[in-house]
């Protein structure tokens, strides 16, 4: 049995709160891991061993201090945090929290051009090299990579698009060497350590706030030069649980397109939104067999629910590319209906 939490590692932690939380709220914790924390979080939770209440207390309560610690600090900074907490807590205790705090509280890659219009940013950089100009659109947020990204000359907007993409983690020197291009007229950088940027997933956050001839274009040259990585960018551009988002005509044509087996098994792990999304778009006939289908269906494999998944949402890309349904893209304001 577990007694000392000096004993145990972060991710042992982490476990002994999974566990305290219960099923049910600890489900709602893991929709949002990634898949390598959430495997690794599962794996602490098989091999955690009896656990005194005194120890669960203890984490529980390290756990909420950690939380009101970095909720002073996103109401009103370091300092206030200190303050709030040496109040509390004592001194001692405050700096302690804050120092595990610590590598969440430095400053960010590039956090001094987040604040920044997009075209004044764009005139910094764009006839800057175009892995620098992917470094910088990497660490932007979604909106406002967008429109820089929107700005670039069509060629030089793949370009950069396919190293985003491509882009991995980039050692911190690097990093500081293109902010020293700003810095002039900006802070400069000052972090540690080697930083994730880019990627997919990064790439596919920037594409889905551009407009929708930005994100052709940049596609259309991708599957010409990385047919692989086109489709892997288009794959991820539109998931299962994104039907959401669909207007009720949209989802009838894909409805007319899905087989019944593929649809019933997409919806064993589909959230209750999604499937109700679903049901209010078919008649009540064919909503009720559908879920007799689900209910006799019995225990199904995920590898074959998200296959099934994928299916449905490749037939939603191939709809969008026929002009059949519209999906919507960018801002409210960019929103075409047609």
């Known amino acids: ?52 209440p005194e120890v669960r207390r203890a984490v529980a309560k390290e756990f909420y201090q950690l939380c009101v610690a970095r909720q002073y600090i ?12 040496e109040r509390a807590l004592g001194t ?15 400053t960010a890659p590039f956090d001094f051009v987040r604040n920044i219009d997009p075209k004044q940013l764009l005139s910094f950089i764009e006839n800057e090299h175009p892995q620098t100009i992917a470094l910088v659109v990497a660490h932007l947020k979604a909106e406002q990579a967008a429109a820089v990204l929107s700005g670039l000359p069509a060629d030089l907007r793949a370009d950069v698009a396919m190293r985003v ?61 990385n047919p692989e990585l086109a489709e892997e960018v288009k794959r991820l551009m539109f998931v299962f649980e994104d039907i ?21 098994l997409a919806l064993k792990a589909a959230s209750a939104e999604v499937q109700e999304k679903i049901f209010k778009n078919m008649s009540e006939r064919a909503a009720s067999m559908l879920k007799e289908d689900m209910e006799f269906m019995g225990p199904v494999r995920l590898r074959v629910v998200e296959d099934a998944q994928q299916k449905i949402v490749n037939i939603i890309r191939k709809l969008e590319a026929a002009g059949e349904i519209t999906i919507a893209r960018g801002t409210r304001e960019d929103e075409i209906l047609v």
């Open 1 to 52: 049995m577990i007694t000392d939490t000096s004993e145990l590692t972060g991710k042992q932690k982490a476990a002994i709160i999974m566990v305290t939380l219960g099923p049910e709220l600890s489900a709602q914790v893991f929709k949002h891991l990634n898949e390598d924390h959430m495997e690794q979080l599962t794996l602490e939770i098989a091999n955690l061993r009896r656990v005194s």
């Open 74 to 85: 996103l109401e009103g900074g370091l300092d206030y945090a200190r303050q709030l907490l």
């Open 92 to 106: 001692s205790r405050a700096i302690e929290i804050l120092s595990r705090l610590a590598v969440s509280l430095g």
């Open 165 to 225: 993409a491509t882009m991995d983690r980039t050692a911190p020197e690097v990093v500081r060497d293109v902010g020293k291009l700003l810095e002039e007229r900006m802070a400069s950088l000052g972090s540690e350590g080697f930083k994730a940027a880019g990627g997919v997933k990064t790439l596919v956050q920037v594409l889905n706030k551009v407009d929708r001839g930005t994100e052709k274009s940049i596609l259309e040259q991708f599957e010409q030069k």
């Open 244 to 264: 959401i988002f669909l207007d009720d005509r949209s989802i009838q044509a894909v409805l007319r397109e899905v087989d019944t087996k593929d649809l019933a």
